[in-house]
T-cell receptor
Framework: EADIYQTPRYLVIGTGKKITLECSQTMGHDKMYWYQQDPGMELHLIHYSYGVNSTEKGDLSSESTVSRIRTEHFPLTLESARPSHTSQYLC????????????????FGPGTRLTVL | GNSVTQMEGPVTLSEEAFLTINCTYTATGYPSLFWYVQYPGEGLQLLLKATKADDKGSNKGFEATYRKETTSFHLEKGSVQVSDSAVYFCALSDSGGNNRLAFGKGNQVVVIP
């Protein structure tokens, strides 16, 4: 059973607001990921981290930023939300150390559905 | 680079029908292959996986076989239920250890009673 949590589950906010989407996992995983899921269901990797103080941009350019100060916590921040940021955001984690092969399985949180008006 | 292709369009079928969702991939090396399922309003859950050629992953009546010669990992279930209605994603993870997944675009499956 995966133990990865995201809050809030739903967020409706006005343009220009700063928001932080929270993601936490209790499995001690070093690797964590943020995906953006568009209405057509396709998933796009926007950020990932291989451990504390490690963050990288993903395949899809995003105006969001992330931080990894603690192993279990990987928050995503938008400094100034816009309607184009409206989407579903999914956080995931996987086991194994960076650079080492592992079971490869990623465990996903329930997602945050963000609507920017 | 690595990529995954799933058949286009939603799949609608009756309860107890046979389900197949096609998945082909392009990759270097020896990737691991996955099927994830997303139920309405939820995140993705691992459904099954296979880590080497000819491996068969299975779970909850679903099966998929890692076919290196045809670069495919098709998902099958012999008799679907209404509760199987969900979005199904095929994915691959490269063999380099960085755990990055390449996802297909997903297929919406709707099972009608």
């Amino acid at each position: 059973e995966a133990d990865i949590y995201q809050t809030p589950r739903y967020l409706v906010i006005g343009t220009g607001k700063k928001i932080t989407l929270e993601c936490s996992q209790t499995m001690g995983h070093d690797k964590m990921y943020w995906y953006q899921q568009d209405p057509g269901m396709e998933l796009h990797l926007i950020h990932y981290s291989y451990g504390v103080n490690s963050t990288e941009k993903g395949d899809l350019s995003s105006e969001s930023t992330v931080s990894r100060i603690r192993t279990e916590h990987f928050p995503l921040t938008l400094e100034s939300a816009r309607p184009s940021h409206t989407s579903q955001y999914l956080c995931a984690s996987s086991d194994g150390l960076a650079g080492e092969a592992s079971t490869d399985t990623q465990y996903f949180g329930p997602g945050t559905r963000l609507t920017v008006l | 680079g690595n990529s995954v292709t799933q058949m286009e369009g939603p799949v609608t079928l009756s309860e107890e029908a046979f389900l197949t969702i096609n998945c082909t991939y392009t990759a270097t090396g020896y990737p691991s292959l996955f099927w994830y399922v997303q139920y309405p309003g939820e995140g993705l859950q691992l459904l099954l996986k296979a880590t080497k050629a000819d491996d068969k992953g299975s779970n909850k009546g679903f099966e998929a076989t890692y076919r290196k010669e045809t670069t495919s990992f098709h998902l099958e279930k012999g008799s679907v239920q209404v509760s199987d209605s969900a979005v199904y994603f095929c994915a691959l993870s490269d063999s380099g250890g960085n755990n990055r997944l390449a996802f297909g675009k997903g297929n919406q499956v709707v099972v009608i009673p």
